[in-house]
């Protein structure tokens, strides 16, 4: 049975390690089953959608922005990226994903003790639906097409410094690679909604990363570094365009997802908004009545048997006695 | 609202910035050709005819020192990888390096000897000259100074010289003089960073005199090289820069188009808050207390 069901959890015990040895999880104790349940179930399906999700936006955002510039080489597979920044991008936008994955919690774990009504987010699978997969997605290409375009014309083919400099390649290629870095990690921190220092040394971490990697990439014998040599401090750094470009497109990419988290926190919440909002305005303190109903409500008796089958019919008598109204 | 506070007065500082930017723009290769050759323009480029030509230019705006002589070439990409990859750095480093030419093929040895520097990008190398005069006065061009100084430095080396350089049939660019060492040929040091778009600018030369306006500058200009086997453009440049760069609007109306975005963002969610307001923390949202009997 343990090995059939879509997660079997097997209890050790006196009988013996053999449910242990066939189960998905083990616990030692059966009270230990509600919390596994109620809160790693729940931060556990939480975490995987939204990083999921993320890694879509993020490796779209980024891989389109290269077949975007094929376009404008004759398709012939010149990267508008250096070699070593590709290989960077595994570590620096990589990195605070992992910890969104391992630590976010978008409500503490007493909370979803209370209220294991939250917990049915994961099987109505509200976080993983077609319509938020493509949603990210299309972030994604929102997010690659602002870059790269925003970056060609903002850089098109005037001086980018008052020393009457154009820009090459690898200056385009750097600032475009900077932009990306600042957007992904200012939206992934968007999202999250639990910080530790773990994540707040990842995601800035991350961009000051990127700065220290570009100076100590171009102070490298031009040997290694070609054409990035002293590429931020000589030619980047000193440029006010550099600067307002990143911050412009950094801006703009995030725009659309603000606007929609906005706009859904306003006027349609879910419930863990709603209960993120009671804790942080310590409305569960003030109004203990309050709290302690809505965890009643919050429950739902048991599903299966006689009783169970009369009270659903209740409820879906009541639901259409209610949308008559 | 933040946002929209911040980026409108930075959209309006950068427009401004770009329109004080002074740029005259004169395409030149169709017009350089003589008439009797206007049919056949790669076999004129190609002969030994007079490829001499003056143009006309006139300023229009008052245009303070230095002005920055730039060429432009459209429809040429230094940006195909192939292009990219035929150069040799450990060449143009150091001397010692002189036959290190693998990576430069085709361009890599001519008459059995390898050619310093070699590869594509160096062989095609931009030869059209200018000569600027205003009221029969020349007008100096500065051509010290018009690369990045880490190239100067430490990327064409000091006891690099060229040699066996456009000695094979085919002749792709300008020649360079044997004498003078690489970190000194800024010309080729500026050609050598490969441009990002097929439309690019690179720089030529600093003129360091003010231009009034309604002055005529006579330029005296080599049409020598061939664009017209590839339909390309050929354009003289002469710009002044801002602290921000050369002329591009598009900066600063990106930042007031995303300032005006978010202004009109804030407004219409203050508009959606003041008319349907949600009290923060209200547990009437709950999805329990939303669809009461039932999920």
């Given at each position: 049975?343990?090995?059939?069901?879509?997660?079997?959890?097997?209890?050790?015990?006196?009988?013996?390690?053999?449910?242990?040895?066939?189960?998905?999880?083990s616990?030692?104790?059966f009270?230990?089953?509600?919390?596994?349940?109620?809160?790693?179930?729940?931060?556990?399906?939480?975490?995987?959608?939204?990083?999921?999700?993320?890694?879509?936006?993020?490796?779209?955002?980024?891989?389109?922005?290269?077949?975007?510039?094929?376009?404008?080489?004759?398709?012939?597979?010149?990267?508008?990226?250096?070699?070593?920044?590709?290989?960077?991008?595994?570590?620096?936008?990589?990195l605070?994903?992992?910890?969104?994955?391992?630590?976010?919690?978008?409500?503490?774990?007493?909370?979803?003790?209370?209220?294991?009504?939250?917990?049915?987010q994961?099987?109505?699978?509200?976080?993983?639906?077609?319509?938020?997969?493509?949603?990210w997605?299309?972030?994604?290409?929102?997010?690659?097409?602002?870059?790269?375009?925003?970056?060609?014309?903002?850089?098109?083919?005037?001086?980018?410094?008052?020393?009457?400099?154009?820009?090459?390649?690898?200056?385009?290629?750097?600032?475009?690679?900077?932009?990306?870095?600042?957007?992904?990690?200012?939206?992934?921190?968007?999202?999250?909604?639990?910080?530790?220092?773990?994540?707040?040394?990842?995601?800035?971490?991350?961009?000051?990363?990127?700065?220290?990697?570009?100076?100590?990439?171009?102070?490298?014998?031009?040997?290694?570094?070609?054409?990035?040599?002293?590429?931020?401090?000589?030619?980047?750094?000193?440029?006010?365009?550099?600067?307002?470009?990143?911050?412009?497109?950094?801006?703009?990419?995030?725009?659309?997802?603000?606007?929609?988290?906005?706009?859904?926190?306003?006027?349609?919440?879910?419930?863990?908004?709603?209960?993120?909002?009671?804790?942080?305005?310590?409305?569960?303190?003030?109004?203990?009545?309050?709290?302690?109903?809505?965890?009643?409500?919050?429950?739902?008796?048991?599903?299966?048997?006689?009783?169970?089958?009369?009270?659903?019919?209740?409820?879906?008598?009541?639901?259409?006695?209610?949308?008559k109204? | 609202?933040?946002?929209?506070?911040?980026?409108?007065?930075?959209?309006?500082?950068?427009?401004?910035?770009?329109?004080?930017?002074?740029?005259?723009?004169?395409?030149?290769?169709?017009?350089?050709?003589?008439?009797?050759?206007?049919?056949?323009?790669?076999?004129f480029?190609q002969?030994?005819?007079?490829?001499?030509?003056?143009r006309?230019?006139?300023?229009?705006?008052?245009?303070?020192?230095?002005?920055?002589?730039?060429?432009?070439?459209?429809?040429?990409?230094?940006?195909?990888?192939?292009?990219?990859?035929?150069?040799?750095?450990?060449?143009?480093?150091d001397?010692?390096?002189?036959?290190?030419?693998?990576?430069?093929?085709?361009?890599?040895?001519?008459?059995?000897?390898?050619?310093?520097?070699?590869?594509?990008?160096?062989w095609?190398?931009?030869?059209?000259?200018?000569?600027?005069?205003?009221?029969?006065?020349?007008?100096?061009?500065?051509k010290?100074?018009?690369?990045?100084?880490?190239?100067?430095?430490?990327?064409?080396?000091?006891?690099?010289?060229?040699?066996?350089?456009?000695?094979?049939?085919?002749?792709?660019?300008?020649s360079?003089?044997?004498?003078?060492?690489?970190?000194?040929?800024?010309?080729?040091?500026?050609?050598?960073r490969?441009?990002?778009?097929?439309?690019?600018?690179?720089?030529?030369?600093?003129?360091?005199?003010?231009?009034?306006?309604?002055?005529?500058?006579?330029?005296?200009?080599?049409?020598?090289?061939?664009t017209?086997?590839?339909?390309?453009?050929?354009?003289?440049?002469?710009?002044?820069?801002?602290?921000?760069?050369?002329?591009?609007?598009f900066?600063?109306?990106?930042?007031?188009?995303?300032?005006?975005?978010?202004?009109?963002?804030?407004l219409?969610?203050?508009?959606v808050?003041?008319?349907?307001?949600?009290?923060?923390?209200?547990?009437s949202?709950?999805?329990?207390?939303?669809?009461?009997?039932?999920?």
């Amino acid at each position: 049975m343990i090995q059939e069901a879509d997660i079997g959890v097997g209890i050790s015990g006196v009988e013996g390690m053999q449910a242990v040895m066939a189960s998905d999880f083990s616990v030692a104790q059966f009270r230990f089953l509600e919390r596994l349940l109620v809160v790693h179930g729940h931060w556990c399906y939480k975490r995987i959608a939204q990083m999921i999700c993320y890694f879509f936006y993020k490796n779209i955002a980024f891989g389109l922005t290269l077949f975007y510039f094929e376009a404008f080489t004759g398709f012939s597979g010149q990267s508008v990226y250096d070699d070593w920044y590709m290989l960077f991008n595994v570590v620096l936008t990589s990195l605070p994903v992992i910890s969104l994955g391992v630590l976010e919690q978008d409500v503490s774990s007493e909370v979803c003790l209370e209220f294991p009504a939250i917990y049915q987010q994961g099987p109505r699978n509200l976080f993983f639906d077609w319509y938020r997969i493509l949603g990210w997605m299309g972030n994604g290409l929102l997010a690659s097409l602002i870059i790269f375009f925003l970056n060609i014309v903002i850089f098109y083919n005037q001086a980018f410094r008052i020393g009457g400099q154009t820009a090459d390649m690898t200056a385009l290629g750097t600032t475009m690679f900077t932009c990306i870095i600042w957007s992904l990690n200012i939206q992934i921190a968007l999202t999250m909604s639990h910080f530790t220092w773990i994540q707040h040394a990842t995601i800035w971490g991350s961009i000051v990363t990127w700065y220290l990697f570009l100076a100590v990439y171009g102070a490298l014998s031009p040997d290694i570094s070609g054409n990035a040599y002293q590429i931020l401090v000589e030619a980047l750094a000193p440029a006010p365009m550099y600067w307002t470009t990143t911050l412009l497109v950094a801006i703009t990419c995030n725009l659309p997802y603000m606007a929609h988290i906005a706009y859904q926190r306003c006027l349609e919440p879910m419930d863990h908004h709603i209960i993120q909002e009671i804790k942080y305005y310590r409305k569960d303190v003030e109004d203990q009545h309050m709290w302690n109903r809505e965890q009643s409500k919050g429950r739902q008796k048991t599903k299966i048997g006689f009783t169970a089958r009369v009270e659903a019919k209740i409820r879906l008598l009541q639901s259409k006695m209610h949308k008559k109204q | 609202m933040l946002v929209s506070i911040v980026f409108i007065p930075i959209g309006v500082v950068s427009l401004f910035a770009s329109r004080d930017v002074v740029e005259i723009i004169d395409q030149y290769e169709t017009e350089c050709v003589p008439q009797n050759f206007r049919n056949d323009k790669v076999s004129f480029i190609q002969s030994n005819a007079n490829k001499t030509c003056t143009r006309r230019l006139t300023v229009t705006k008052l245009m303070k020192k230095p002005i920055y002589v730039y060429y432009q070439l459209d429809n040429f990409y230094q940006n195909h990888r192939r292009y990219v990859k035929s150069r040799s750095d450990s060449q143009l480093k150091d001397n010692s390096g002189w036959d290190e030419v693998s990576s430069c093929k085709p361009e890599d040895m001519s008459n059995g000897q390898p050619i310093v520097p070699c590869g594509l990008i160096a062989w095609s190398l931009f030869n059209d000259t200018y000569n600027f005069s205003l009221n029969n006065q020349q007008l100096a061009v500065n051509k010290k100074g018009i690369s990045w100084k880490s190239d100067r430095d430490r990327k064409f080396g000091r006891n690099v010289f060229p040699r066996n350089f456009q000695n094979g049939t085919l002749i792709g660019g300008k020649s360079l003089d044997p004498t003078v060492p690489l970190s000194k040929q800024e010309d080729l040091i500026v050609w050598m960073r490969t441009a990002a778009l097929p439309t690019f600018r690179k720089l030529y030369g600093k003129i360091e005199w003010d231009l009034q306006p309604n002055e005529v500058i006579h330029v005296t200009l080599e049409n020598n090289y061939n664009t017209y086997s590839f339909s390309g453009k050929k354009k003289l440049v002469l710009s002044t820069t801002s602290w921000l760069g050369g002329k591009n609007d598009f900066l600063g109306i990106a930042y007031l188009t995303v300032g005006g975005l978010c202004f009109f963002l804030a407004l219409s969610f203050t508009v959606v808050y003041l008319v349907k307001p949600r009290r923060l923390g209200d547990p009437s949202y709950l999805s329990w207390n939303r669809n009461p009997g039932g999920h």
